[in-house]
């Protein structure tokens, strides 16, 4: 008889880096959050830290309000 083995599912959740995502990708992110709101909160802000840090699509997160206004 052969021992099968047992694959073991991870549970726990690895932490969400920003830093790992193109700009491209992290935009997409805040689009999906706007549409059907099932991005969390903290890694909205995650997001919007890295792509302000960048500064890559400072004028798309102005006109979805994640960003204040230019003054």
């Known amino acids: ?4 083995e047992r694959v073991k599912v991870q549970t726990d959740h690895t ?4 830093e790992e995502f193109s700009s491209r990708k ?5 689009d999906q959050n706007q549409k059907r709101r099932d991005v969390d909160s903290d890694m909205l802000m ?7 840090q960048r500064r890559h ?3 798309e997160l102005r006109d979805r309000g994640l960003l ?3 003054t």
């Open 15 to 18: 932490p969400f880096k920003a």
């Open 26 to 30: 992290l935009i997409e992110l805040v």
């Open 1 to 4: 008889m052969r021992k099968t």
């Open 68 to 70: 204040a206004p230019r």
């Open 57 to 59: 699509f400072l004028r």
């Open 46 to 52: 995650a997001v919007v830290t890295e792509l302000t």
